[in-house]
Structures are given as C-alpha cells and as structure tokens.
C-alpha cells in the first residue's frame, strides 16, 4: 500500500513559468518530508526539506508548502529552467520510523 | 561535496551467478541504506544500517544480503541472481542527528538473463 502519492506523472512548463508539483501521503505520522531531484543515469539529489512544524521553506527558486489537514504538499519552481527538466521525487518519514517512504516521481519538461 | 560511489553502474548477468554490488562513501555518514527502482515506480528500502556491524532489513523483502565491517562501505550481495532481480539498485547515506536527506549513489542497473 503506497503511503506517498505522486499523482501526476509528468508535466510540462513554459520557461520562465511557475511549477507545481503535488504529493500526497495518507500516513498521520508522517512528520518530516523531502524533495529529490533526479537526472537520468544519476541518482536522486537533495532539492528542499520540510518539517511538520512548519507550512512553508523557502530556498531560492524553491518553495515547499506542507497542508497538514490535508496530507499534501506541493514544490513550487519560479521562474522554471529549462535546466530544472528532471524527474522529481518527495518522501516522508514517520516519527519513530527509520526509513523514507517515497512518491513514484513526476517528470518534469521545462520548455524553452 | 557529497561523494558516494557505486559499481559497477551496469550489469548483465546470467541466472545462477553470484553478484557483490559495490557502496562506498567518503563523508564518514554513519547512516547508509540500498534502495530498489522499478521504472515509475518508487524507490523502496531494501537494507539499512545505522553504523559498522549494524544492518536491518527495510519494508521491501529482498534475497540479497548486506554487510557493513567498515563505516564507509556497505555491500550488497545476490547469492543467486534471478530474473526477477533485474532492476535499479540505489545506495544513500545520511548524517546521524537532525539532518535527514541522504545523499545517493549513481545507481547500479542490473539485468538478470
């Protein structure tokens, strides 16, 4: 049963365009979440954290919100790079678990 | 700079074969975990260890076997690999403490004939 939820598979943006990218999770106990960055032929790269505590991190271009109540939280990319076109990966860890669960990914296509 | 290394990056093997998927690290993470990827799927956590001599099983059942007799690098072994053990094999490690990103391998592609 997939407790972290990546609902859209792909996306393509307008460079210089906002993107949105959602996740969802249905596990209450989930208290710390993460954005991964993937190329292909590399591995995942650590992109943005947040914690429960928290509804919004800021870095840069990028932007986490987390809605609690709703069990979702979403990446936001302004303005988007045509470098940006990548798959991206949110996980989230439980409380008292020792491991991240992780989305499917979404690809992302920015378009010059 | 994160440095964690994998090899080899491919691999096609015959059924049968005994396989060591190489892992090493040059941060001094204690923490280090071997994932599993199927295409469009997501990643799922096949072993864990949280320090030398220690190493877990994650969520994902697996045949494989780890090892971790130094702090820099984690093995992961098939002892007879099947062509259901075709997939992507990722390693990561992390920091103890409150930092909780992992930083990630390349990746190991195995193909099992």
């Known amino acids: 049963d997939q407790q972290v939820k990546q609902n859209s598979p792909s996306l393509s943006v307008q460079e210089g365009r906002i993107s949105i990218l959602n996740c969802d999770y249905t596990n209450s106990m989930f208290d710390y979440f993460l954005w991964y960055k993937k190329y292909p032929a590399e591995g995942p790269t650590f992109l943005i954290s947040i914690s429960s505590i928290k509804d919004k991190n800021e870095d840069g271009r990028f932007t986490v919100f987390l809605n609690k109540s709703a069990k979702h939280l979403s990446l936001h990319i302004v303005p988007s790079q045509p470098g940006d076109s990548a798959v991206y990966f949110c996980a989230a860890r439980p409380v008292s678990g020792n491991q991240f669960y992780f989305g499917t990914g979404t690809s992302l296509t920015v378009i010059p | 700079e994160a440095d964690i290394y994998q090899t080899p990056r491919y691999l096609v093997i015959g059924t049968g074969k005994k396989i060591t998927l190489e892992c090493s690290q040059t941060?001094?993470?204690?923490?280090m975990y071997w994932y599993q990827q199927d295409p469009g799927m997501e990643l799922h956590l096949i072993h864990y260890?949280?320090?030398?001599?220690?190493?877990e099983k994650g969520d994902l059942s697996s045949e494989s076997t780890v090892s971790r007799i130094r702090t820099e690098h984690f093995p992961l072994t098939l002892e007879s690999a099947r062509p259901s053990h075709t997939s992507q094999y990722l390693c990561?490690?992390?920091?103890?403490?409150?930092?909780?990103?992992?930083?990630f391998g390349p990746g190991t592609r195995l193909t099992v004939t």
């Open positions: 990561a490690s992390s920091q103890q403490g409150g930092k909780y990103e992992q930083y």
């Open positions: 260890s949280y320090g030398v001599n220690s190493t």
């Open positions: 941060m001094g993470h204690d923490k």
